[in-house]
C-alpha cells in the first residue's frame, strides 16, 4: 500500500477519523505514516525510562550501541552455523566473564547468554537439580535461600523443586550465615545466594554462607553447591568492591547469573549464565541440533532470539575494560550517595541501603518513620505525578509490616537529576504533610479504596 501523500496533513487522513484498532484483527490496509503515528501516539501515555528509577534495566546507550543493535536485529544468535562471528563474540563475553568471576580456567568455562538473569537463573538451578539426581537424589529436591526476586519462586513452580525461604529473623533483611544449616537436608539440590537483593540493594554474606555450607559438610552433612544470584551485583562488585569475595574464588560457588541489561550497560535482553567448571553443567541439559544449517550445541530454555545484545555487550566490554567499567560503575555510586545524603537532611526518613558499594548495589533504600498522617504509597503516588517511578512495597514474609522504597540508580542519572528528584521529594512530603491523605479518608469516603490498605506490588524488575 502507497504511503500517505506528502501534500496531505496526516492528521486530516480519514484513517485517523477512527481510533486505533483495540479488539478485532483490522480488516484494511493503513499508511504506514498513519499506522506509525497511532503507535507512536499511544506510546506518549509509557512513563520516561529515565526516571524510572524502580527498574534495573538498562535506560540508555550511546549512538554506537545503537547501531550494533540496528545492524544486528535480523541476525539469530541460536543459528551459529549462519551467524558463526556472533557466536563467537558470544564465547569471548563468557571467557571474559568467566575470567572476570575468577573461574578457575576461564578459557575453558561453560556458559552462554540468555534473554536475562530469570532464565540464567533457571539454567542455574536446573544444572543444581541435574546434579543432585546424578549422585543419587530421590524425593522432592529442594533449595534454599532468603527473600529471593520472583524468578526463584517461578523456578520452584514450573520445574517442582521445593524452595526453602529462611525467614528474616530479628532486624535481618537478608539471608544470613548462621540460618542456612538448619534449613538444609539430603535433598538440597543447592543454596542460592543473591548479590543485590530486590527489595532493598543489599549484597548478601556469600562467603559466610559458602563457610557455613563448607562446616555443614565437614560435620558430616550434605556437600551443598552454592549458586549466588547475582542480576545486579555482578557487574558491580568486580569494579567497585574488587576485595569483596563473593565469586568463583569460593570453590562452593559452582555457577553464577548476571543480568547483562542492567549493570551490565548492555540493552535490554541479555543476561549470562556461567558455570565454575565444565562438570558444573551436565551434559544432560546441554542439545545438538542440526536443522538450521549445521550441527550446534545450545543450552537455554529459548531457542531463536536477537543477537544484537550479545553484540552490543561485547561492545561494552571492549570499549570500557576493566578501567572503564570501574569509572562508570563508581559514578553512579557517587549518585547514589548524593540522594542517600540528601534524604538523610529532611523527611521522617530512615535509610536501610545509603549505597555503599561494600554493602550493596548502586540504590537507595529506606523507610518511613513515625506517623506523618501518610505512608510512602501515597509518596510514590505523589512523585508519580512530577513523572518518577520509585517503588514501594512491603518486605518479604516474617516482615511483610514493614515498607520500604527503592530508587535504583542506573548509568545515565546524573547529579542533577538527583537535585530535581530531592526537590520533588521535599515538594511532596510538604504538601503530604499538610494534606495527609491517609487519615483523611476512610474506606467508606474512598469508594472502598484507602490509602494505607494493602496495595498492589509492583512487579519485581529483575529483568
Known sequence: MPDAPDFDDL????????????????????????????????????GVSRMNLATFCTTWVDDEA???????????????DEYPQTAEL???????????????DP??????????????????GLAAKFRWRKR?????????????????EKFARYFDVEIRQIPLRGDRLTMHPDDVAAHCDENTIMVVATLGQTFTGLFEDV???????????????PDIPLHVDAASGGFLAPFTAPDLVWDFRLPRVKSINASGHKTGLAPLGAGWAVWRENDDLPQELIFNVDYLGGSMATFNLNFSRPGGQVITQYYDFIRLGRTGYTRVQEAIYRVARRLADGLSTFGPFELVHDGDP???????????????????YDLSDRLRTRGWLIAAYPLPADREGETVMRAVIRHGFTHDMVDLLLADIRRSVDQLGRHPLSVSLTRAEAGGFTHDATPVVPDQPQD
Open 11 to 46: 492528521f486530516a487522513l480519514p484513517e485517523l477519523d477512527a481510533p486505533a484498532p483495540r479488539d478485532r484483527f483490522p480488516e484494511k490496509e493503513t499508511f504506514s505514516r498513519v499506522a506509525y503515528q497511532m503507535v507512536h501516539d499511544e506510546l506518549l501515555l509509557d
Open 66 to 80: 545503537r547501531r550494533l543493535m540496528n545492524e544486528s536485529m535480523d541476525k539469530n544468535i541460536v543459528d551459529k
Open 90 to 104: 558470544e564465547r569471548r563475553c563468557v571467557r571474559m566473564l568467566a575470567h572476570l568471576w575468577h573461574a578457575p
Open 107 to 124: 578459557g575453558t568455562t561453560l556458559g552462554t547468554s540468555t534473554t536475562g538473569s530469570s532464565e540464567a537463573a533457571m539454567l542455574g
Open 136 to 152: 543419587g537424589g530421590s524425593g522432592i529436591p529442594n533449595f534454599v535461600c532468603g527473600p529471593v526476586q520472583v524468578c526463584w
Open 207 to 221: 562467603a559466610g554462607i559458602a563457610r557455613a555450607l563448607d562446616d555443614l559438610h565437614a560435620g558430616g552433612g
Open 358 to 376: 561494600a554493602r550493596g548495589i548502586a540504590a537507595v533504600s529506606w523507610r518511613l518513620v513515625g506517623s506523618p498522617g501518610y505512608n510512602l
